[in-house]
């Protein structure tokens, strides 16, 4: 287990390569000297909580996510531990496998639609984009109103700020994964 200081001295470093800042430019941000920013940043200082406050701020990230440990380069995921979400009355059923998280504005799910469902899917914030690649099947996607037809091993790209919806027209059920890209604000 790294010590605090080491972490959040790995954390602003890449928080702020991966927003492109200079240490000036997040100085200006974030309302901390340049010198504290890159004291911080080589673990020669243990910032005050205040001043964690300004630098996630400024990085537009949580307060947390300056304190979180690096998590594995490598995740499996098993289905069976996945939180299920379940709409019945659409024949929809959800997994969500990798969950939105701050530093990655995308979230991945299996969906499972039933024979001759529809599901009316509520349009996402301005900006985001929904992968759909169909493992099974045949999928009629319905974005702002043209449907557009995949079958086995298709996938499709579209923006999702707009009113669109799933059609399984086939017999079987049919699964397909689902990543939910969200604009950077």
């Known amino acids: 287990m790294q010590n605090l200081t080491q972490t959040i001295s790995k954390n602003l470093a890449k928080f702020r ?4 800042l200079s240490l000036d430019r997040l100085s200006e941000r974030s309302g901390v000297s340049k010198a504290m920013l890159s004291q911080i ?4 200082s243990n910032p005050t909580v205040n001043t964690l406050w300004k630098i ?5 990230v949580s307060f ?6 690096d998590w594995q380069q490598i995740e499996i995921v098993r289905q069976s ?5 379940n709409d019945a009355a659409n024949g929809l059923s959800l997994f969500s496998l990798f969950p939105f998280k701050s530093d990655k504005p995308f979230e991945i799910f299996t969906v499972k639609l039933q ?5 009316f899917a509520s349009p996402h914030a301005v900006g985001a984009e929904e992968y759909v690649l169909l493992i099974e099947g045949a999928l009629y996607i ?4 043209t449907d557009y037809k995949l079958q086995n091993g298709d996938a499709l790209r579209f923006p999702a700020g707009q009113p ?5 027209p086939g017999l079987h059920e049919l699964s397909f994964h689902c990543m939910l890209y969200h604009a950077c604000s």
Request: hydrophobic share 20%.
């Open 17 to 20: 390569l991966q927003n492109r």
């Open 41 to 44: 940043e080589r673990g020669e």
């Open 56 to 60: 996630a701020t400024g990085l537009r």
């Open 64 to 69: 947390n996510d300056l304190l979180q440990e």
């Open 81 to 85: 531990s996945c939180q299920l979400i």
């Open 115 to 119: 024979p001759q469902c529809t599901h």
């Open 142 to 145: 319905n974005v702002n109103n």
């Open 164 to 168: 669109h919806h799933y059609h399984n």
